[in-house]
């Protein structure tokens, strides 16, 4: 089984300071970690993911996140917010190994750039 | 853009009525699946399928039903729809690689009044 819990509901932010959306997660495999990103009204899109290769892993639009086994986490962050990362954020998991599984979600953050 | 099409984008209905949702695919991924999306409980997988006719359950699938008799379709029915039905409902699809990304469709708005 397989869960994930992101922190903050909604997070606030400034214009220009750094974004740091948590997300932890529980696996009895070693997992694969995606981060997604829904603006208002449209489908999800891929932000980044993680697949056992680099801990550090660089995504679009300036997002990055890094894998700590011994924490459980994968955090995701921006060093400068702009206003167009105002959005619903998605922290998912997937078993690895193969198979058809598909994503465990958290429940998701949205954040908020404050001008 | 992964070529997948949901129809209808938004529907609304009445409780006891009959709802299928059609989910169409371009790239003959063999990959698909049904989530819902709720505020405060993110995506929940509703049903999966691994090949034509080849199909399973997910997290939530209790009222649902899932069919796949071509490769490119996914069709999703509720066979009576009741108001817990109402929710935005996804499809996605995923290449046959294991670590790969499952993209996602632009959703379907379901209304049970």
């Known amino acids: 089984a397989q869960s994930v819990t992101q922190l903050g509901s909604h997070v606030s932010v400034s214009e220009g300071a750094l974004v740091l959306l948590r997300c932890n997660y529980s696996?009895?495999?070693?997992?694969?970690l995606f981060w997604y990103v829904q603006y208002p009204n449209q489908g999800l899109q891929l932000l980044l993911k993680y697949t056992s290769a680099a801990t550090l892993v660089k995504g679009i639009n300036g997002f990055e996140a890094e894998f700590k086994k011994s924490e459980t986490s994968f955090h995701l962050t921006k060093p400068s917010a702009h206003m167009s990362d105002a959005a619903e954020y998605f922290c998912a998991v997937q078993r690895s190994g193969g198979g058809a599984d598909g994503l465990t979600f958290g429940k998701g953050t949205h954040l908020i750039i404050q001008p | 853009d992964a070529g997948i099409t949901q129809s209808p984008r938004h529907k609304v209905t009445e409780t006891g009525t009959p709802v299928t949702l059609r989910c169409h695919q371009t790239e003959n991924h063999r990959y698909m699946y049904w989530y819902r999306q709720d505020p405060g409980h993110g995506l929940r997988l509703i049903h999966y399928s691994y090949g034509v006719k080849d199909t399973d359950k997910g997290e939530v699938s209790d009222g649902y039903s899932v069919s796949r008799s071509k490769t490119e379709d996914f069709l999703l029915t509720l066979e009576s729809a009741t108001s817990s039905q109402t929710s935005v409902y996804f499809c996605?699809?995923?290449?046959?690689?294991?670590?790969?990304?499952?993209?996602f469709g632009p959703g379907t708005r379901l209304t049970v009044l």
């Open positions: 996605a699809i995923r290449r046959d690689s294991s670590s790969d990304t499952q993209y």
């Open positions: 696996s009895s495999v070693p997992p694969y």
